[in-house]
């Protein structure tokens, strides 16, 4: 080969250029194609694999994007590029631009969760403490919004930058949107399927202001304190079991370990000391519901009077209309903070419901009551 041919040769190649980033990481969301001084060639190869997306950028400002595919880099394949660089009548290579490999894949299994406790408002425990944590995925949706807006002029941008920004804006959206739910406490832990949709809804206009598009986003658990825990399974029991029969199974079970606890002669004794009063409670409650068995009157005497008639309460919690009920287990839906001074009640007579506290035959649960004066002589 002479001289000339090796110089012809050594030329074509100078002129000849490919443009392309084989991804071999498995984090990198965007990585900037690296020449010297940013200059690429006239009519050289550009080659955008799948999950890719090619941005060129012009002194800071966004020029044009190629989707996957090979392409000459020309003014024909330039057009906004040639409108900033005034290249009326075509350009001489070489020309200089900016060009970043935006990684538009899936990324999947994102962890989030929330550092410290939020902070929620019951309306019958008060204000509770609860935690969360679960996953995301991800994909970039516009490269040019995302490049100017996160990446910059950050060489090789990487999954764990960005997901730092991420956490922080799924946990402060996420407490927003359960304290906006107003659920009862122990129905968060229930329903994280329907939280975790609507927490999607909430976050995905905050992702797409920076290009980012929120494919999935999963709430895997809620936890609470354990002693909070604790707390509403005793309530949830109290507002299952009727009271009397919860008291005699407490009563129960405390002879039972008296018993166990004092030995020898003694411990029997006082088990079958605590067995009679037992008994005697067992067999009051059977006589009372003797007596309450209806019955004739004897022959020749007065009938008793008629049984007045029980007053029946309805009682609204959480918008929906419950009971009815009597003014005892009122009280105990009371007691137990089910309702409070501001619940609506009704009865038969009343025209509208009323708030419990003006309600005249309810106020004496809010204690405090004043006696009427004593009567002049």
Not at 135 to 156: A, C, E, L, M, W
Not at 220 to 242: A, G, T, W
Not at 263 to 275: H, L
Not at 297 to 324: D, E, F, R, T, W
């Amino acid at each position: 080969m002479s001289l000339f041919d090796e110089i012809k040769k050594k030329l074509s190649h100078e002129f000849i250029d490919i443009v392309e980033w084989l991804d071999n990481t498995n984090d990198t969301i965007a990585h900037r194609f690296e020449r010297y001084q940013n200059e690429i060639k006239n009519g050289a190869k550009l080659i955008v694999r799948e999950g890719q997306t090619a941005v060129f950028i012009n002194e800071g400002q966004l020029a044009d994007a190629f989707k996957p595919g090979t392409y000459t880099l020309n003014t024909k394949n330039l057009p906004i590029l040639t409108t900033l660089k005034g290249w009326k009548y075509g350009f001489n290579s070489p020309f200089k631009a900016e060009v970043y490999f935006v990684n538009t894949r899936l990324f999947t299994d994102e962890k989030w969760g929330t550092k410290n406790p939020v902070m929620l408002s019951d309306d019958r425990f008060g204000l509770v403490e609860i935690r969360a944590f679960g996953t995301y995925s991800f994909r970039i949706g516009d490269p040019g919004k995302f490049i100017v807006d996160v990446v910059g002029t950050d060489g090789n941008f990487t999954n764990y930058e960005i997901n730092e920004h991420l956490k922080s804006l799924i946990v402060t959206r996420f407490t927003d949107t359960v304290g906006e739910a107003n659920l009862p406490i122990e129905l968060y832990a229930a329903n994280t399927s329907e939280l975790s949709q609507t927490c999607q809804e909430v976050m995905q206009p905050e992702f797409g202001r920076v290009g980012i598009e929120l494919e999935k986003f999963y709430i895997e658990n809620v936890s609470m304190p354990e002693d909070l825990k604790k707390e509403i399974f005793e309530y949830s029991r109290l507002d299952k079991l009727d009271m009397s029969k919860l008291s005699q199974f407490k009563a129960a079970k405390a002879m039972e370990a008296a018993a166990k606890n004092e030995g020898g002669t003694a411990g029997a004794g006082m088990g079958m000391g605590m067995g009679f009063v037992l008994a005697q409670q067992m067999g009051g409650m059977m006589t009372q519901q003797h007596t309450q068995q209806p019955f004739s009157p004897p022959q020749g005497g007065s009938a008793p009077p008629p049984i007045p008639l029980q007053v029946l309460y309805h009682y609204a919690v959480n918008g929906q209309q419950l009971g009815p009920v009597s003014l005892d287990k009122l009280k105990e839906l009371f007691a137990n903070r089910t309702i409070n001074r501001d619940s609506l009640i009704w009865k038969q007579g009343m025209a509208n419901w009323t708030a419990l506290k003006d309600v005249e035959d309810l106020k004496s649960f809010l204690g405090g009551s004043t006696p009427p004066p004593l009567p002049t002589t």
